[in-house]
């Protein structure tokens, strides 16, 4: 039993000096446990730094997007305006055009109605019976004739019959766009009343 100890006490005693090791052993296991430290400190503040790009950049993209939406959005309502906008000018436009339209057919009314009453009183003091000047034929066809003139030099009316069963003009048109038409037809008054004016001075001096 007694050897057994010893044996014991020995086996004990030779795996010590194994695991005793030299100072110089000692201090270079202490380095490197040292070092090992630092660099996992070294290790834990990288990643710690890229966590910190990471949300940066996560953030910034999250910045941006939110600004094109922003972006996207304002385009959106400023298109969204602008339409409004047109729209209201284009109402103006439409409102403008029944006004003329309506000012025109109410016009066109009086002339035809004047021209009847020259007819009569021209035919009434010696001129002659249906002249093309009163004419009321000739004088609703030399208007519409005006008119689809004026229609057609439209920029986006080019096609002749947009506006329905309106007369189009050919291209050899008898009237110009830029022709006055109550100077055109006051011309053409005057050189049919020019006659009887005339004659009925000449009865005077008589």
């Known amino acids: 039993m007694k050897a057994s100890l010893e044996s014991q006490r020995a ?6 000096r194994n695991l005793r090791v030299a ?3 000692a201090d270079l296991v202490s380095k490197a446990d040292a070092a090992l430290a630092e660099h996992r400190a070294e290790v834990a ?8 790009i990471d949300t940066a950049v996560g953030a910034r993209e999250h910045k941006r997007r939110a600004e ?5 959005a304002a385009s959106r309502r400023a298109q969204r305006q602008a339409l409004v906008d047109l729209a209201k000018q284009r109402a103006a436009a439409v409102e403008d055009a029944e006004a003329a339209a309506r000012l025109l057919a109410v016009s066109l009314d009086r002339v035809l109605e004047m021209t009847s009453v020259l007819n ?3 035919y009434a003091a010696g001129g002659q019976r249906g002249a093309t000047a009163f004419s009321l034929p000739d004088v609703e066809y030399r208007l519409s004739q005006r008119l689809s003139t ?6 986006k009316s080019q096609s002749r019959y947009r506006f329905g069963s309106i007369s189009w003009p050919t291209i050899h ?6 022709e006055n038409w109550a100077a055109a037809e006051e011309k053409l008054v005057a050189s049919a009343l020019q006659p009887i004016i005339e004659k009925d001075q000449t009865c005077q001096q008589q």
Do not use: C, D, F, N
């Not at 086996?11 to 010590?16: G, M, S």
């Not at 503040?45 to 910190?52: G, P, S, T, V």
């Not at 004026?150 to 920029?155: E, G, H, N, P, Q």
């Open 45 to 52: 503040e990288l990643e710690r730094q890229i966590a910190q």
């Open 120 to 122: 009569k009183g021209a």
């Open 173 to 178: 048109t008898l009237y110009s766009v830029e």
């Open 23 to 25: 100072p110089e052993v």
């Open 150 to 155: 004026v229609m057609l030099a439209m920029r």
């Open 11 to 16: 086996a004990a005693e030779a795996k010590l």
């Open 68 to 72: 094109e939406a922003a972006t996207a």
